[in-house]
């Protein structure tokens, strides 16, 4: 079951450098451990691949999750397939880990012909129905209450299905945080919150966010249970959410997990965090780099090594570089496209609007 | 055919489609045990279970944010909001979620779901229990906008609102909501969205109206007649997506009109009426489009009779419409 | 200073028939005491008296108080007048506690031309700004992120004030209560948050609004004291907010109050509760009565006899009764009066509606 | 007179009204230590400090209901609103709350505050960074509803805005936020609200426009004008109240009018100047008013060049309705 949790409890299974706590180490298996680390760096390369990419103008825009990996793939690695994710924004990584393809990603970034959503939003707003993963949208928070009527949905339906959504810290402070775990705590909803607690809200710090304790600590008001886990920890996230699904699948209720990381770069490509936060904090934090402390783990099981980690950068980078060419030359989506999937059918007022943007271009060709 | 009032044929819609279909599911404030404050969710709960009919927490972000996430599931949730005035928590969620889940996700995920919610004055209900707020709805595309305006056609569009693939705002106009009655055909039929229906037909006006101002609007229909005046009368039923058609035709006709509404003036539905008439109809316009519509002032207590449209303002309206 | 909650601790002073814990009894003197139970008898007469009233169809709607007059006068005694409350709509108490004359009550629910808010909201909706009562409206909740706001100002003013919001067990599920309390938290604001923890939200009971062990411990995701108090015992509600007002002026921050009574009568007029909650619910809440129990408490003092309180009954009753008939001689606001306030000037756009309403009065007459 | 982007002289109208006026207090999400993710509120926190600059917790309905009650206590907030995309979660506290107050309590009561929020395309910011949703408030009683296309006017409504005794939603068209330039005098002075500036003077067709469109019609207005057909091109500036006179003096002067906003067509403020023209200068007009607007679809991301009304678009316009 979910232990309970005091407002300090941190729950970890991986020392800074590595080192498993046996007691307490879930034993993932070795090929699981090292699918698990591939995903992490091809995350991180990405992420890092992408950023430069926007700053040469190829992509508009780009949000990333370095240093919040092993928060999203240990809590993503504890689900079933079947299950629904509402992912914020900062979890591309679930996504690749059920398999979404990193052209798919790109055609999103894009906004290309190829792109499952149709270039309709912005980059890192994706959509992967086949993975059951939920439209991302920008607005805050909105995915919570969502993730609560799936899971009561799945449950009505008799489906083996839980639904899981993340969102960020700041995210905690919006009503539909409230209304979302109020609603999961009522109706027992086979759900699970998971809060990337990374410290920051774009240029607002947590003290300035909320004065609880903990995020975790606020499971109380509705009645669910609470836990504090070392987000960068990625074997004691997997434990977490593994236990709060379980517990979820059978008839338990919902659990808030709080894993406690760090945003490592920008908020996202249009910020600067230089401005606003010191320098030593950041430098503090990489040295808890889950992806370094996770390698550290692999080394010393005798499953990897530096030598296999050189390559696979590199090997990852090349992927990524090698899909990206191909997917530049995939041209926008067609002009007609836009007036699609408003409705199910095209209704009269919007077959006219489509019309008169037809006859416009005309003239202007 | 049994004689129903507007509650009593919604309730009966209800009961249609839950039997029908089991993804159909009836959630919000106080609709389980008690079956609504207006009692249009009446022994549902005993019927269906309280799975099925949820009396929810008092959060109307909840409710929406809940039914958007059984409806992506594959459900088919009808929420409640207990007053179209008390809405605005879930608005969030319904103008950038709920509207734009088939558009954003490529058509990947859908929303069908069904907000019913009474709107409108005319019960001394004051701000807070009065308003007419479908033009918030009407500005968002990916919704659709439906308001009945008798038993027949409350019953029917319910009918086909849930069974539509697009997300409705179904507004009920609690002022009529006993005080009309008419034949309601039992078990299953539909009247389509996006269909407006000529009540009335007529050379001189036509009258655009929905909603509870159907009454009023008939009744200066009436009074019109009286003075050798023929009203051809609209009600619109859907007013998004229009049907335009209807209008235009009728007004091509009548070369005349007058929009009736109780919402605020300005930015109202008429405004939208009156625009697409310039736009469709400009050369065949005899006078000028008229707007009969509450004030652009919060809905009052003490004067709503002079906030409300009624048949004699809707009156010296058509007469003026016709002189012109 | 405001004690720390348990989920279950009821902090109270006196037993069930008045008799008083001398330990902790806040020895309020005689004077106000009697002042006290004078004030709710008022308000319970009033209440009867006008459901009686809309019954007779001689007003429209009515919202009393009848069970909750200890948790709003004792919590409204332990202010200052220059302290902000934000009322939800069943503390027309706290109103005629600091001096709101009968007479406008009155005028406000026949919405009359001497209203002091014109006519304008349905009744109980009232407004004083003398008695520095805001403005009450319908839709749950919104009043408490404005107490918080009011609250900063004051202190922003460097003004000696506080706040005080109340609001019902069912509104504390609205996303503005989680906004509220999280913005009192994260400024330390000088405000008060009194829940009526009545047990009801309409046919809601309280276990299907929120799987919380109780309100007040949702104090603690926001980390504001919390604190829960038998809320029909009025020394025991005076004490608590007495003690989170010292704690708020003196910049201790915000205190969330929850006032466990019950609401003895129907929702509202429009109301029958006996289709959804049992009848022995009530009765065992009828011999909780607040005023009962305050009455053995005086009684028990010696400064009130069961001859005192016949007289007070019959007298309250009558001066109602003679009010009510001035009242209702009023007339109606004025026309004109419709296109006032809704800006500090008439624009243009009003003023042309406001003519043609004129124009269209003449034609009528 | 210094030459200052748009947001330098919002900046600037915020220093001017902090230092006289210490009612004023601003707060939002990343204001003070950030300065605001686009640096309007830059510096403002070192001068003013933490109690006047505030950061806030990122909840959109507790930064406007805890500056209403401010705003009713006696200060003069300017909360801002990071996209106006995401200020649904607030717009109970707008609609029902701020607007109402001075109404509802009887005069009692009073909120004059300033909602400021970046709005519009153009940024490839998709659905949720781009939206123009003023006819929300257009629609809402009691508000006030302000767009500057220029630094000069955004500087002087802005000051207007703060002490008008009114509530206003003050959008600021994000697209020109740094495009647009122009002399701005240093210290105080105002533009009054409620008042449209005619832009250009001309007499076959009347371009009516606001915020970022102006650059778009002011194009079209020069294409047009090489064609021969010359626009009298008016900047709303205050869209609620309307300054309805000079619109209508325009138009019966033109006869012809095309009005353009970015916002989705449907129940847009477009439909509001044309019926509005509809009843105040039906005999004037020599061609229907046209409306050149964002289509009836969510804010699109790849297409957004498409559905953002454009000079072309605004020019095929004219001429149809010179043509007319
Ligand atoms: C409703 C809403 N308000 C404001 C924003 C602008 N915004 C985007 S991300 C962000 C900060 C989110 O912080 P947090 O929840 O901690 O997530 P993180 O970015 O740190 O992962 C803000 C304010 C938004 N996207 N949605
Ligand atoms: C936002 C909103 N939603 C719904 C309503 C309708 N409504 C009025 S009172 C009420 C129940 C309130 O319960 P509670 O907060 O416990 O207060 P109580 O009436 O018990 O004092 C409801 C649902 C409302 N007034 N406002
Ligand atoms: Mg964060
Ligand atoms: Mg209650």
Redesign the interface.
């Known amino acids: 079951m979910v232990p309970e949790v005091a407002a300090e409890d941190l729950i970890s299974v991986l020392s800074e450098n590595g080192i498993a706590d046996k007691a307490v180490d879930p034993n993932l298996s070795n090929a699981d451990l090292l699918n698990l680390y591939r995903l992490m760096v091809f995350n991180r390369v990405l992420d890092e691949r992408m950023v430069k990419l926007q700053r040469q103008g190829r992509i508009g825009f780009y949000i990333g999750s370095v240093g919040e990996e092993a928060t999203v793939m240990g809590s993503a690695f504890a689900l079933q397939p079947q299950d ?1 994710i509402f992912p914020s924004y900062r979890e591309a990584g679930a996504a690749f880990l059920r398999g979404f393809p990193l052209r798919a990603f790109l055609c999103q970034l894009m906004g290309n012909r190829e ?4 270039g ?2 912005m980059p890192n ?1 994706f ?3 086949p993975y059951n993963i ?2 991302i ?1 920008s ?1 805050v928070g ?1 995915q ?11 449950r ?2 008799g489906d083996d299905s839980i ?1 899981l959504a993340y969102f960020g810290d700041g995210t905690s402070s919006e ?2 945080f409230h ?2 775990l ?2 999961a705590g ?2 027992k909803a086979p759900v699970i919150f998971v809060c990337r607690n990374n410290q920051w809200a774009i240029s607002v710090p947590l003290n300035k966010q909320t004065a609880s304790a903990t995020i975790a600590i606020k499971a109380k008001a509705y009645g669910i249970d609470g836990v504090r886990v070392d987000g960068n920890d990625l074997p004691a996230v997997y434990q977490v959410t593994a236990a709060a699904a379980a517990k979820a699948r059978s008839g338990g209720g919902a659990t808030l997990i709080e894993a406690v990381t760090y945003r490592l770069s920008g908020h996202s490509t249009s910020d600067d965090p230089r401005v606003y936060r010191p320098e030593d904090e950041v430098a503090q934090w990489k040295g808890k780099d889950p992806i370094l402390r996770f390698r550290l783990y692999l080394e010393k099981k005798g499953i990897w090594t530096t030598d296999e980690d050189a390559e696979l950068f590199r090997r990852v980078d090349a992927d990524i570089v090698t899909t990206l060419k191909e997917v530049e030359a995939i041209p926008s989506p067609p002009a007609e496209s836009l007036f ?5 059918q095209v ?4 077959a006219e609007q489509q019309a008169s943007l037809w006859a416009a271009q005309k003239e202007d060709h | 055919m049994p004689t129903l009032n507007m509650i009593q044929a919604l309730n009966d819609a209800l009961k249609v489609e839950m039997r029908r279909d089991d993804r159909v ?1 009836v959630m919000g ?2 609709v ?4 609504g ?1 207006f009692r249009v969710t009446v022994d549902l709960q005993q019927e269906f279970g309280s ?2 009919v ?6 109307e ?2 409710i ?12 088919r ?1 009808v929420p409640e909001i207990q007053f179209a ?2 809405i ?2 879930a ?3 319904i ?3 709920m ?12 929303c069908p779901m069904v907000i019913r919610t009474p709107y409108g004055g005319g019960i ?6 009065s308003q007419s707020n479908e ?2 709805f ?5 919704l ?1 906008v439906v308001i009945p305006s008798n038993p027949y056609d409350a019953k029917g569009l319910l009918l086909s609102s849930i069974r ?3 997300p409705v705002i179904f507004m009920e106009p609690k002022r009529i909501y006993r005080a009309v009655k008419g034949e309601v055909p039992e078990g299953d039929y539909t009247v389509p969205l ?1 269909a407006a229906k000529i009540v009335q037909e007529g050379r001189h006006v036509t009258l655009i109206a929905y909603g509870a101002m159907m009454q009023e609007t008939l009744q200066a229909a009436a009074k019109a007649a009286e003075e050798g005046l023929q009203c051809e009368v609209i009600d619109l039923r859907t007013l ?3 049907d ?2 209807t209008v235009v035709q009728s007004v091509k006709k009548t070369g005349r009109c007058v929009v009736v509404h109780e ?10 009426v ?2 697409i ?3 469709k109809a ?1 050369l065949d ?1 005899e ?5 009969v519509t509450g ?4 809905f ?4 709503e009779h ?2 409300l449209p009624d048949a ?2 809707i009156l ?1 309206a058509i007469r003026e419409t016709a002189a012109f």
């Open positions: 629904w792109d499952l959503t149709k309709r939003q707003h959509s992967a129905r939920v439209s949208s607005p909105t919570l209450p969502q993730a609560v009527g799936a899971a009561m949905a799945a009505y339906r639904s009503g539909d209304v979302a109020n609603f009522v109706y699609d999937d408003v409705y199910a209704p009269p007022h919007l | 599911v404030e106080d389980g045990v008690l079956g404050v799975e099925r949820m009396d929810t927490p008092l959060s972000g909840g929406i944010g809940t039914a958007i996430g059984m409806a992506l599931y594959g459900l949730p005035d008390f605005y928590p608005f969030d969620q103008v950038n979620e509207a734009k889940y088939r558009y954003r996700s490529g058509g990947q995920y859908t001394r209900g004051g701000h807070y229990h033009a918030y009407i500005h968002t595309p990916g659709k539509d693939d697009d996006g998004l997506p229009l335009t058609d919402a605020a003036r300005t930015g109202g539905f008429g405004a939208e009156s625009a008439l310039m736009e400009f316009l006078a000028p489009v008229r707007r004030f652009d002032t919060p009052p207590y003490s004067l002079y906030y004699n303002r010296s």
